[in-house]
């Protein structure tokens, strides 16, 4: 009797690199791919970016080519939700009561954006962004405010999303406003000295930032957006808004199914072990809703960037055919705002209260900034300055304690 097929769930980078993992470790039985999306599995950080400005092709979000999956001989469900798992019995229902039955089992179904429950947030003109159509819509929506309305945008969110928005409508030629809760941009990642530099970046190419602000209502006319209220009593006008304040993983099916989670003062997410196993008998998971121990910090983690899921994907994909290797990659993330581009090696659990050692030069954003506590370097950070990440790993890894002047002439 043949054996049930391997099932992935998911329509983002961690779902395609597993698949093409599984394909490429020699996998030949019967792989199924099961996306909520109608697209097939894509990365998301050129939709913030490049995609959204109209700048690249569609093609440049997919990791695999169309053909790619037949020609495995892979089974995609796209436009297709998973609804149910039967842990016992190793089967996927689907939304439309379909029931799959798994050999095993690998989740990657990421993350929602948070919603932003305050009055007017229902308004036409109030995006969110995450998926493709939001993309297309939001560009659509950037570009007809800068041609006939009175191009203003107002990003609700000073994160990544929020400040990435910020710096693609700018370089569309629209007035931008960032409403953030923090007193510095990206302050809750970076903390306030390299946060201060962004937000130095933004105000130099014109965006207006409210800080420590709190967005109350959204104001409309005749079913259309007019703009944001601010606690404060600021008015904000604007005729398209852009809503950035975070995201939920997914895993509310799989919650149901009774696979355990981690405590939401870890992050939450799903509990995996060192391979990426749920507490679920042949269940995996990748990508954003994974929170995985990390050896080097001695807590578990879960990291909502692209290169969790450039990594988790495929090594979940191995563990699912047998591998016990633990995973052990540090958290990196990357940003391109304007003409600042940066790489995030590391973690840091409290920036602001983090000591910060800066090799280069703040003012002109050309720097290496590192993140220093309990004498170890945690995490390290290169702004406009390149192929520095195995130093900068090199470093995180190493025991203390962390020589501060050498750590300052690092760009020396």
């Known amino acids: 009797m043949a054996e049930e097929p391997i099932v992935v769930v998911g329509g983002g980078l961690a779902a395609a690199k597993a698949t093409e993992t599984l394909r490429a470790e020699g996998y030949d039985g019967d792989l199924v791919v099961v996306s909520s999306e109608p697209h097939r599995p894509y990365e998301r950080p050129p939709l913030s970016k490049d995609y959204l400005r109209g700048e690249a092709e569609r093609d440049v979000l997919f990791p695999l080519p169309e053909d790619w999956y037949t020609d495995h001989h892979v089974d995609l469900r796209t436009a297709t939700r998973a609804a149910a798992i039967d842990v016992a019995g190793h089967a996927l229902t689907l939304i439309d009561g379909t029931v799959l039955p798994y050999s095993r089992l690998l989740l990657a179904t990421g993350s929602t954006p948070r919603s932003f429950a305050v009055p007017g947030a229902d308004l036409q003109g109030v995006h969110y962004l995450r998926t493709i159509e939001h993309a297309d819509l939001l560009a659509a929506t950037l570009e007809a405010s800068a041609r006939e309305g009175a191009g203003r945008l107002a990003v609700v969110g000073d994160g990544w999303i929020g400040m990435e928005v910020a710096a693609s409508a700018r370089t569309m030629g629209l007035d931008v406003t960032v409403v953030g809760r923090s007193v510095h941009p990206l302050g809750r990642v970076l903390g306030p000295l390299l946060g201060e530099m962004y937000g130095k970046v933004h105000a130099d190419h014109g965006v207006h930032l409210h800080r420590n602000a709190q967005v109350v209502g959204i104001t409309g006319s005749e079913g259309r957006v007019t703009g944001v209220d601010v606690e404060d009593g600021t008015h904000v006008a604007a005729d398209v808004v852009v809503v950035g304040v975070g995201v939920t993983p997914n895993v509310g099916f799989a919650e149901a199914a009774g696979i355990a989670l981690r405590d939401r003062s870890l992050g939450g997410g799903l509990a995996v072990d060192a391979t990426l196993r749920t507490s679920a008998p042949d269940v995996w998971a990748a990508g954003d809703i994974a929170s995985v121990p990390s050896q080097r910090y001695g807590r578990p983690l879960r990291v909502e960037h692209w290169s969790v899921a450039l990594e988790t994907g495929p090594h979940a994909a191995r563990a699912v055919l047998g591998s016990r290797e633990p995973y052990d990659k540090l958290p990196y993330f990357f940003s391109d705002q304007y003409d600042v581009g940066m790489e995030y090696l590391g973690f840091v659990e409290d920036p602001a209260e ?30 406009n300055t390149w192929e520095q990440m195995e130093r900068v790993e090199a470093l995180v890894r190493a025991e203390g304690p962390v020589d501060r002047d050498a750590l300052r002439a690092f760009r020396a």
Do not use: H, I, K, N
């Open 354 to 383: 983090t000591e910060v050692v800066v090799s280069g030069s703040l003012e002109d954003s050309e720097l290496v900034a590192f993140w220093v506590a309990d004498d170890r370097v945690q995490a390290g950070m290169a702004v």
